[in-house]
């Protein structure tokens, strides 16, 4: 314990405290602990409402559901009963009130009307959307900041009214707004600060919830488009086929008439004929009885009919061609219109398509031979009657060569028919239902695995954990509530792991490679956990494992050690060996704890502890990782109100001629003056900005530095440091140069230093950035040269001017390495010369890396040995090689 310093009040004689000033300073103190109490307690609850926006966007709720659940959420961190989102189009000057609960306003929100701006010309909440900044106080205060007249038509006036825009990439894309009716003063600057955070965070709930919806519904297009094709390919093949069987059915149907022993034999194999030329699976024949008063179908297929019994001469579209004595090729347009004008009258189901030609004998019409087709899919053409007259005439021929021979058979033949029609009726209808009854039980188990497992590893997913976490903390309260005195009930775990350097396998050789890698990581933790255990992916790169009712912790651990060891074996991934490494978080069950979510995200929070002892290693979460959280959270808010201060500061660090160790140019290097840390370097937060994503306000501060810099004069140029983060974005180039326009700074003094992850990222885009800002000035440096594994096959396209040797390289000209740094260094070198650019050597220290890279052909560089970064820059030399 430190001294404090302080004088002993006792040694000059003076008495002991006053007992009043004693208990007034207990109670300043006390008053300070209940307000970090106070202040960890909002934390906490900010931190679990966090939570549950992430869960609700990654859930199966449809979008009014998932709003009202969100809306719950807000109204447990403030008085939010009366609550609306509302989504902005600027582009369009339009909005939507995606949800509006008000217990006084009636107004009842449509989510998919679109309201135009110009219908809302005096509203608060189109005002808001304009001015793009949050806003609060009463109506009356709000239309005053604002510029808004009152309007009665846009609901009543609240006592206290609080609105925060919603912003995607910088624009404003929506907002949230609270009032109270009632109750004056209810919000301060603690809720506004609080809901433009959350406001943030609902807003990526809803790209994500509104994405997946988005997925789904191409899915479902996908799928219907690719059915249809497959239908209309099947139909080209059939026609296909028909054509190369046509003439060989003709020779057939004359032999038939011949060869047939039987009439019933011969109808059978016309119609199986006629079904190879054209669609004949509803097919039949109909002969005029000896009196002509009736109609019998001595032959009949029909997927719907089942069987056409004998009935007297009535207005069909059979007795329609015997009367008629002409072919009728009738759609059901046709066949309307025919009914309409009483020409004649259907029977039985309504066909789409209907083709009948008939039957003569002695030039006298006796039957009609019919097929039909009940989908719009398929039709008959000329081409197809043409057809079915022909075999008509030679089935005549077969009629009179054999109808006298069967008749004394047909009353038999007849019954027959009726009974296999109906057998084949119920066999089909049977059959057809037990295939249902299957495909429909597949369909059910295969949705409940889907939604349950992980599509790639086939391992459960985030969804069954939970399930599986939650009974277990149900089993586990159990057990701990019926323990007998001294008693040490099982308990259980989970170990939350993550890949280590997983981006640089999918950056390096692509992401089917990563799937590869991720598929071989679950089949060797599943190999090595316990037959009990849950092994889940939880998606990317990370996996969860439940140990259930195990004795304490050094089970988990000793778990965990395995796995580390199994994981660590090589493997042979797209051609590479590859030498996998994770690292674990264990998170052991305290009553505590009452859902999966929370055990997860302490397991999570162990697993980032031990990523930064250095990963491939394991962590047991504690007190001092909550701590820590919160700790996080605290820096975040930090970052944030930085970002507003403008608290970021540039430091430059020259860039010297080797030669004569004049200065040609600085690097821009940022940091960070912390009220209560003093100054930060970049290592100390851009990890954090880079997770929640605040890292690219903090840029575009720096670059309004550099610039304002670069506009006041002077010589040499300054080089900023672009994250591949910006690359993915359109309007970058533009953004800079407007930049560099408004300040009026020349643009050739201007360098951006990129890695090559931001070229590999998106090869196109990066391209065109590359290529806008060189016409306008702007050069690029690749930074880090050297460490990547593909940029080489890509540098020749790039218009890069400088190359930037790793320091790693460079530290090695003066260490045990010294042979391999310098066949790497002269390899950059050759390549250098090749491309007709220069490099620069980063990070120079000693004076033997200096001569050594002189000797090897590097003119510039930069490092401690040639200039510490610092607030001023050093005076810098005329001439710059790289203009």
């Given amino acids: ?87 902005f189009d600027a582009a369009r000057d339009s909005l939507r009130f995606l949800y509006f609960a008000d217990r006084i306003d009636t107004f009842k929100a449509d989510p998919e009307r679109e309201i135009l701006g110009s219908e809302m010309s005096t509203s608060l909440t189109r005002a808001l959307l304009h001015h793009g900044e949050p806003v609060r106080g009463s109506s009356d205060e709000v239309r005053a900041q604002l510029g808004v007249g009152y309007d009665e038509a846009h609901g009543p006036d ?92 003709l020779f057939r149907i004359a032999e038939l008439s011949i060869t047939s022993d039987t009439l019933e034999r011969f109808y059978a194999q016309v119609h199986d004929v006629v079904g190879e030329l054209l669609y004949a699976r509803n097919f039949y024949i109909a002969l005029l009885s000896d009196d002509g008063e009736r109609l019998e179908f001595p032959y009949s297929i029909d997927e719907r009919d089942f069987a056409r019994v004998s009935r007297r001469l009535g207005g069909g579209m059979t007795e329609y061609v015997i009367h008629t004595g002409t072919a009728l090729l009738a759609d059901r347009h046709l066949i309307a219109q025919l009914e309409a004008q009483g020409q004649l009258r259907s029977h039985g189901s309504l066909s789409q398509c209907w083709l009948g030609v008939p039957l003569y004998r002695d030039d006298a019409v006796v039957g009609v031979i019919a097929v039909q087709s009940y989908s719009a899919a398929i039709t008959f053409t000329p081409r197809d009657q043409d057809l079915l007259t022909f075999v008509a005439h030679h089935i005549s021929i077969g009629l009179a060569r054999k109808q006298g021979q069967d008749r004394l058979v047909a009353a038999h033949a007849e019954l027959e028919q009726r009974v296999e029609a109906r057998t084949r009726e119920l066999a089909m209808a049977n059959a057809e239902l037990m295939e249902q009854i299957g495909e429909r039980v597949r369909a059910e188990q295969q949705l409940t695995h889907q939604a349950r497992h992980d599509a790639l590893t086939g391992l459960p997913n985030r969804h069954q954990l939970l399930d599986r976490l939650a009974a277990a903390i149900t089993r586990a309260r159990g057990d701990w509530n019926h323990r007998d005195l001294g008693e040490r009930p099982p308990t259980f775990a989970v170990l939350f792991l993550d890949l280590d350097r997983f981006k640089l396998i999918n950056d390096s050789v692509g992401h089917s490679a990563g799937d590869e890698l991720l598929v071989e990581a679950g089949r060797r933790i599943v190999a090595t956990a316990r037959a009990g255990d849950t092994v889940a992916r939880l998606g990317g790169d990370e996996f969860a494992i439940l140990l259930e009712r195990i004795d304490g912790v050094h089970v988990a651990e000793g778990l965990a050690q395995r796995l580390l060891q199994a994981l660590g074996q090589p493997c042979w991934i797209a051609g590479r060996e590859v030498f996998p490494s994770a690292s674990l978080g264990i ?32 962590a047991v979460f504690d007190e001092d990782m909550r701590e820590q959280a919160m700790r996080i959270l605290d820096l975040e808010a930090d970052l944030r109100r930085a970002i507003n201060g403008d608290n970021f500061i540039a430091h430059y660090q020259p860039i010297v001629r080797l030669a004569d160790r004049a200065v040609i140019g600085h690097e821009a290097l940022l940091r960070w003056r912390h009220p209560t840390r003093g100054l930060l370097l970049p290592g100390d937060f851009i990890g954090l900005g880079e997770d929640n994503g605040l890292i690219e306000e903090v840029d575009w501060l720096m670059y309004g530095q550099v610039i304002a810099q670069l506009a006041r004069g002077g010589e040499g140029y300054i080089s900023v440091n672009v994250s591949p983060r910006h690359f993915r974005t359109v309007d970058f180039a533009d953004r800079l140069m407007r930049m560099i326009d408004s300040a009026g700074a020349d643009p050739r003094r201007l ?63 003066s260490s045990g390495t010294e042979n391999e740094s310098v066949a790497v260094v002269r390899a950059i070198q050759a390549l250098a010369g090749t491309l007709g650019i220069h490099t620069i050597g980063e990070g120079i220290e000693t004076e033997q890396q200096l001569a050594v890279l002189s000797d090897l052909g590097c003119e510039h560089g930069q490092g401690y040995l040639l200039g510490r970064p610092a607030g001023r820059m050093r005076g810098t030399a005329v001439d710059d090689p790289a203009g």
Avoid at 1 to 6: A, D, I, L, S, V
Avoid at 605 to 615: E, S, V
Avoid at 793 to 798: D, K, N, P, Q, V
Wanted: proline share 2%.
């Fill in 751 to 813: 360098r951006i230093e990129i890695t090559e992850v931001a070229l590999l990222d998106d090869v196109s885009r990066a391209l065109h950035t590359l290529r806008t800002l060189r016409n306008h000035g702007v050069l690029a440096q690749l930074d880090d040269f050297g460490t990547g594994y593909s940029a080489l096959s890509y540098l020749h396209r790039f218009p890069i001017e400088c190359l930037k040797i790793d320091r790693s390289f460079v530290a090695g000209l």
């Fill in 587 to 618: 998170a052991l069950w305290h009553p505590r704890y009452d859902s999966g979510a929370e055990l997860l995200r302490d397991a999570d929070a162990a697993m980032y502890r031990a990523k930064a002892a250095g990963r491939d290693r394991w």
């Fill in 158 to 249: 609240s006592q206290d009214w609080l609105g925060v825009p919603m912003r995607r990439d910088g624009q404003v894309c929506g907002a949230i707004v609270v009032q109270s009716y009632d109750r004056p003063h209810s919000y301060g600057d603690e809720e506004r600060a609080l809901l433009v955070f959350v406001a943030q965070h609902i807003l990526t709930a809803l790209d994500r919830h509104q994405a997946r919806e988005e997925l789904e519904r191409r899915v479902r297009e996908r799928t219907h488009a690719l059915q249809l094709s497959n239908r209309d390919l099947q139909a080209e093949i059939v026609e296909r086929q028909r054509a190369e069987r046509l003439q060989r059915a």
């Fill in 1 to 87: 314990m430190q001294e404090t310093g302080g004088q002993d009040t006792s040694a000059d004689g003076a008495g002991p405290p006053d007992d009043a000033s004693g208990r007034g300073a207990l109670a300043d103190e006390l008053r300070r602990a209940r307000a970090r109490v106070e202040s960890l307690e909002k934390s906490e609850r900010l931190q679990q409402a966090l939570y549950e926006i992430a869960d609700l966007a990654g859930s199966d709720l449809e979008m009014a559901d998932m709003l009202a659940r969100i809306h719950g959420v807000v109204g447990g961190l403030m008085y939010a009963e009366n609550f609306y989102i509302v989504l």
